[in-house]
């Protein structure tokens, strides 16, 4: 078994332990992998391997299976609990695909069928150390995207901006004091997140925040739903209902676009937030309740006030402290954290592992002017995620509306006739232009994307007189 692998420097330094009952494959290993710049230590079986593990921490360890006293799945079922990040390749003259399959299942990280050449166990070795490098970088990179979001966050928004900073500064102070807030902003800018944020940040936190939509329930029920009613108040009332703002008692009620409220509950919402108290429909009592009420609306209120739809007296009442969350449109430089946040989101709920985006898919979405928002942008990067056949978001992943072409386009706008050959240079001319777009022009990136070496990829960019 003769060695032609050169010693690695990345091996300097690193721990590996050799379990084997053959003391020629103990000698063979160790003289080859002190080579290669490994620190060697061998044992004759699992039982003397379990020692030496408790005396070191090993970053490798190889092996065998059919071993006296304790045999190599033992060794695994009984080191589990030991080796932390150590990883395990097994060794056997005598496994098959099931004993494989077994090892793997209790831990071991590859399986090496004897006798087998030098080349291989360096390169089951290798590409252990870069699963491991992976994985530290992995554990790297959320940490970091922990940190930017730690920094970068008030509760369940983030941004960076100086726009949300602020906003996140003043909704910050808010949340100390018990008092009411108006929140108000654009649809789908993350209002209810604010209101949120707000709630779970202050002293009333450990009680209940109950969401009102004060348009999504029909006028003729608003009144019973917030304040309760009394058994026999109405046809169908056949018990006592305690409503909205009692079931909020101690936290937090949010009524979300406040705008919707019909002018007759704005009185009675008035008196709640003057008297702290309701009056359930059918009662002739009122209720003292502790609620803090926080309001949001999409709607431009002062035009409300001239238009005669909203209370002035209400509208006082309920603008104590106003936040004003922006439109998406006016802090564009939070997109990219933004869309990396909701990559990391849907990665998860769909178990996709997307890297990045593209240059391209970036461009247009900084170019989106953004009318629904940040729940636009979280609705589009879903979108693109879901329909991802690689690690890259890619601009034929966007909606119809951003412009791009599906790839689902038929098949005879691209190839004319019947020439095999004909189509191949198409399609080959098609796949480089859009590598080519996706990287903003990098060929080093295109090339890796199209699975072609640098050289290669020049030559077909000068045989399809491709423009970049």
């Known amino acids: 078994m003769k060695n032609t692998i050169k010693k690695d420097e990345s091996t300097a330094g690193k721990r590996l332990l050799i379990i084997d009952d053959e003391e020629n494959m103990r000698h063979m290993l160790t003289a080859m992998l002190n080579k290669l710049g490994y620190q ?32 190599g ?13 150590t990883t395990i390749i097994m060794m056997s003259a005598y496994g098959s695909i099931d004993t494989a399959i077994e090892a793997m299942k209790q831990g071991a990280y590859d399986y090496i069928s004897k006798p087998f050449k030098s080349d291989e166990v360096y390169l089951a070795l290798k590409k252990a150390e870069e699963r491991e490098r992976l994985k530290k970088e992995n554990v790297q990179l959320r940490k970091r995207i922990r940190k930017i979001e730690e920094n970068y966050k008030f509760g369940y928004m983030i941004g960076k901006s100086n726009a949300m900073q602020a906003v996140f500064r003043l909704a910050d102070k808010v949340a100390q004091y018990n008092t009411t807030v108006l929140i108000t902003g654009e649809s789908g800018t993350g209002k209810e ?13 450990s009680k209940s925040l109950v969401p009102v939509n004060c348009g999504g329930i029909p006028e003729n029920l608003l009144e019973s739903e917030l304040f309760g009613y009394k058994k026999g108040a109405f046809t169908g009332a056949d018990k006592n209902k305690i409503g909205l703002f009692e079931e909020a008692e101690g936290g937090t009620i949010f009524l979300d676009e406040i705008g ?19 009056r359930p429909v059918g009662d002739s009592k009122t209720k003292k309740v502790d609620v803090r009420v926080i309001a949001a ?60 985006m593209s240059p391209a898919v970036m461009r247009i979405l900084i170019q989106h002017q953004w009318p629904g928002n940040v729940r636009e942008l979280e609705n589009v990067i879903e979108r693109a995620v879901v329909l991802a056949e690689e690690n890259v978001l890619l601009p ?24 095999l050959k004909s189509a191949k240079k198409t399609m080959e001319k098609k796949l480089i232009v859009r590598a080519l777009q996706s990287t903003d022009g990098n060929r080093t990136k295109a090339a890796k994307l199209l699975e072609i070496s640098h050289p290669s990829l020049l030559s077909k960019i000068k045989t399809y007189n491709i423009e970049i």
């Open 396 to 419: 034929e992943y966007l909606p119809p509306e951003f412009g791009i072409k599906s790839k689902t386009d038929k098949i005879d706008e691209f190839f004319k006739g019947y020439s």
């Open 297 to 356: 609306t999409s709607k431009n209120l002062e035009h409300e006030l001239e238009n005669g739809t909203f209370r002035e007296d209400l509208y006082y009442r309920l603008n104590v402290l106003r936040i004003n969350v922006p439109p998406l449109r006016d802090w564009k430089e939070d997109i990219p954290l933004l869309s990396q946040h909701f990559i990391n989101l849907f990665n998860e709920k769909f178990d996709k592992d997307i890297k990045e």
């Open 193 to 205: 997140l604010i209101a949120r944020s707000i709630h779970y940040k202050g002293e009333r936190s």
């Open 40 to 71: 060697v230590d061998s044992a004759i079986d699992g039982f003397e391997g379990l020692q030496m593990i408790d005396q070191e921490q090993y970053d490798f360890i190889l092996c065998d299976i059919k071993m006296p006293k304790m045999n």
């Open 260 to 278: 919707e409220l019909p002018l007759s509950l704005q009185v009675k919402l008035l008196r709640v937030l003057q008297e702290n108290e309701i």
């Open 73 to 85: 799945m033992e060794f695994l079922a009984s080191a589990r609990d030991k080796i932390g990040s």
